[in-house]
């Protein structure tokens, strides 16, 4: 073997047996991308959608995410779809392949309506549901639609309510969706 193949072997070797925090690179070598996140958005995530969405009410609690469900999946930063974060969503309609939805959060946005309405960001109290494991009251994002796989859908946590439901698509109508 070459001198270069043996540095090489040696070097791989010598990275692989040290911890993940430790490993260190070249000067001028450019950063690794670190691995995606089990659930990430695939590569080709189209970006959120922008337009009126066809809302449509259709839960099963079968495994498969429908319409109308609060589910749990990666949802992609809005400044860097490559980023994101593990969160429950609404489930509000399809949009090709895609299941259209609308992030939730625990964060209580009345003390800071004005401020997030100066930033385009609209929430709606949705109250509790099994989707939060210690029953905190939640906020959905009426503003903003994102595109979600349904092969990277890890659980169902509830069905939201009919009437629940046709408040949060009203208001998502109102703010352009």
């Known amino acids: 073997m070459a001198t270069s193949t043996w540095t090489d072997l040696l070097r791989r070797l010598v ?11 070249r000067a001028g070598a450019p950063p690794r991308p670190s691995a995606p996140r ?3 958005p695939a590569e080709g995530y189209p970006g959120d959608y922008d337009g009126v969405v066809a809302a449509e009410y259709a839960p099963h609690l079968d495994g498969s995410p429908d319409p109308g469900e609060v589910v749990w999946t990666w949802v992609p930063f809005e400044e860097d779809f490559s980023r994101g974060k593990d969160r429950p969503v609404l489930l509000v309609g399809r949009d090709g392949p895609w299941l259209l939805a609308l992030q939730l959060t625990s964060k ?52 939201l309510p009919r009437t629940t439901f046709d408040a949060v698509v009203g208001g998502m109508h109102r703010h352009g969706h």
């Open 108 to 159: 209580d946005h009345d003390r800071d309506a004005a401020q997030e309405a100066r930033w385009g960001r609209h929430w709606m109290d949705v109250g509790s549901g099994r989707w939060d494991s210690q029953g905190r009251p939640s906020e959905v994002r009426l503003d903003r639609v994102v595109r979600v796989d349904a092969a990277k859908v890890r659980r169902e946590g509830a069905v």
């Open 38 to 40: 089990p659930g990430a």
């Open 15 to 25: 990275g692989a047996l040290r911890p993940s925090g430790a490993r260190t690179r």
